[in-house]
């Protein structure tokens, strides 16, 4: 399995999931999860779903710029950071930075068991 691949195809499940069914994400996270949105803290599935569905925009479409991976662990986890641009409810383009760290649930499944998020102004 190589880790390239899996950080790539799960950025692709990841974004085209927000941006099409925001609440359909809350299987990609377990109780034990943690999200960082803009400073914001919010633990477990439930929480973080919550967060997530309640951003006050109806359409959102994400560019992916950039993905980098490397290995986390002796567990077989990943990193993933993200770098692009959004745009939600046809206003201007924003960049923003996104980092995953994704443990194994099992052979070639993985959770997001951390997630940062931050919008990239200036």
Partial sequence: MDPDSVAKAFVEHYY???DTNRAALVGLYQ???M????????????AIATK???????????TVVTVDCQPAGPTGGML?????SLQVDGEHHIKFSQMFHLMPLGPGNFY??????RLNYG
């Fill in 112 to 117: 997001v068991h951390n997630d940062m998020f």
């Fill in 52 to 62: 997530l569905t309640s951003l006050p925009f109806t359409k959102c479409v994400h």
């Fill in 31 to 33: 109780e034990g999860s």
């Fill in 35 to 46: 999200l960082s949105f803009e400073g914001e803290k919010f633990q477990g599935a439930a």
């Fill in 80 to 84: 993933v950071f993200v770098s692009g």
């Fill in 16 to 18: 085209r999931t927000f």
